[in-house]
């Protein structure tokens, strides 16, 4: 590459990573990326190109922080990405994040069991939707703490439902007749679970009428029924217990990262709230025990504030403190920070030894509106 043009995309990467536009940038065009598609955000960790991001959507390069940088010379092996963490490419490591919705587990009744997948359920991170018909029983679920409760007859309320890739729902409703109707329509949806409670012969003939409606025998056939896993549980608590352990089994089964929560995105998209410098600590790479896993993500504010976790204890202390460091000293490119959690430290955090994480630093920076 000619000297000016050297100089030109190095004065243009310090821009980028100066004013940290880039980052609006990027969920702008995620939101273009369709419903569906595998969508992957590529960060070079490596120091020549460090903090350099892509996105690809199904194979195709959408956007990168630096127009004919690193990712676009590398475009063919950067497609054939496919999972998540770290890999390489033409000698550069490379953190992939794949990206998509948040968690959501729909839950169609509201009765007893319902109750405690609701608690579960946000307890682990997941926005709860609960369909009720019984006003009563809606009460009960918006009391457990359900992030949105529809009180609606099943169809209508199924209707204000979009599934995708990343939700996953619960039958448990009253009786085989209301659960017909919820297989049915959510048959027909997105979805990455469904599950349904009963025995094996109540669930068997739902199905089989479902069948004779002209429902996919494919996707009843994935149907999890009876639901969760057969741990010998009675009381509405350990059903609650059997059903989301099945559920966090099938979702870790997809080795998927974080991607971006709303709250993150908020936070540094509002210019108008949260104003200046912050710092977007990810987890890219861990080695033994630690608290959260790849692609775990904490925006640290001006002020000390975090919105999200990368584990809690001594490891998030430490990458807070770096991160404000960063801030303080308005530094402008991404690093890396290398947290090591000695078996005492460990010990300390309730872990049962100790582990290591690799955290990326990005500097975000947010100006006023005009």
């Excluded at 920070?337 to 430290?345: A, G, I, S």
């Excluded at 049962?352 to 920076?365: A, D, P, R």
């Amino acid at each position: 590459m000619p000297i000016a043009g050297e100089i030109h995309r190095q004065i243009a990467g310090f821009i980028m990573k100066k004013d940290g536009a880039y980052m609006n940038q990027l969920f702008e065009e995620i939101e273009t990326c369709e419903p569906g598609s595998i969508s992957l955000v590529l960060t070079a960790l490596d120091e020549e190109h460090l903090g350099e991001k892509a996105l690809f959507s199904n194979g195709r390069l959408v956007w990168e922080s630096n127009a004919q940088g690193f990712f676009s010379e590398n475009r063919t092996a950067a497609a054939s990405i496919t999972e998540s963490g770290v890999t390489e490419i033409a000698g550069n490591r490379v953190f992939c994040d794949t990206l998509g919705r948040e968690k959501q587990i729909v839950i169609c009744g509201g009765g007893h069991v319902a109750i405690p997948v609701i608690q579960i359920g946000r307890m682990i991170g997941c926005e709860v939707t609960v369909l009720e018909d019984r006003p009563m029983f809606a009460d009960h679920a918006r009391s457990a703490g359900a992030t949105r409760v529809i009180c609606e007859s099943f169809e209508k309320a199924l209707d204000q439902v979009e599934g995708s890739v990343d939700t996953y729902f619960v039958i448990v409703t009253r009786g085989h007749r209301y659960d017909q109707i919820c297989l049915e329509k959510i048959a027909k949806k997105e979805h990455a679970y469904i599950g349904m409670i009963g025995s094996r012969r109540r669930t068997t003939l739902v199905k089989q009428n479902l069948i004779e409606r002209g429902v996919s025998k494919e996707v009843l056939d994935a149907v999890y029924t009876p639901i969760g896993l057969d741990i010998g549980a009675q009381t509405p608590e350990e059903i609650a217990v059997a059903i989301m352990a099945e559920i966090i089994e099938v979702k870790n089964k997809k080795k998927r990262t974080y991607g971006y929560s709303k709250e993150i995105i908020r936070a540094i998209s509002d210019t108008d709230r949260e104003q200046g410098s912050k710092v977007l600590a990810t987890i890219v790479a861990r080695k033994g025990s630690a608290p959260q896993g790849v692609g775990a993500k904490m925006l640290v504010l001006p002020d000390g504030r975090c919105i999200g976790t990368i584990g809690g204890g001594c490891m998030e202390a430490e990458v807070l403190q770096k991160a404000l460091f960063m801030i303080r000293a308005d530094a402008c490119r991404a690093q890396l920070c290398h947290v090591d959690l000695t078996e005492t430290d460990a010990e300390e955090e309730g872990m049962v030894c100790g582990g290591t994480l690799e955290v990326l630093l990005e500097v975000v920076t947010t100006v006023p509106r005009a």
